[in-house]
Nanobody, 127 residues
Framework: QAQLVESGGGLVQPGGSLTLSCSVS????????VGWFRQAPGKEREGLAC????????DYSDSVKDRFTVSKDNAKNTVYLQMDNLDLDDTASYYC????????????????????WGQGTQVTVSS
């Protein structure tokens, strides 16, 4: 059974940066796709970015593709979300989610494509 644990959230000023981590256990990342999502109070969950199994190809939503970068460290079985130039609208709870797959499976930013979710980490952008 896979387990995902996010960390790295916190308070950051507008224009600042933050890196979230998603530690994956139960699967190696060669056989796992991971997506990043967020949900703000009163808003729907939003898919942000994802990273594919094996070769690490990435995909981003239009709202973050110029500011966020997803990466992974297979040795640490951890996926990262580097967030730059944060603004007030980025305030939300951030979640990583995963799904076991075969080699070279492309990821998506659709929440319905993932079956294991982390508990979330809060990111607050405020001056």
């Amino acid at each position: 059974q896979a387990q995902l644990v996010e960390s790295g959230g916190g308070l950051v000023q507008p224009g600042g940066s933050l890196t979230l981590s998603c530690s994956v256990s139960g699967f190696t990342l060669d056989y796992y796709v991971v997506g990043w999502f967020r949900q703000a109070p009163g808003k729907e969950r939003e898919g942000l970015a994802c990273i594919s199994s094996t070769d690490g190809r990435t995909d981003y939503s239009d709202s973050v593709k110029d500011r966020f970068t997803v990466s992974k460290d297979n040795a640490k079985n951890t996926v990262y979300l580097q967030m730059d130039n944060l603004d007030l609208d980025d305030t939300a709870s951030y979640y990583c989610a995963g799904r076991g797959v075969v080699l070279f499976t492309l990821c998506t930013t659709r929440a319905s494509d993932y079956d294991v979710w982390g508990q979330g980490t809060q990111v607050t952008v405020s001056s």
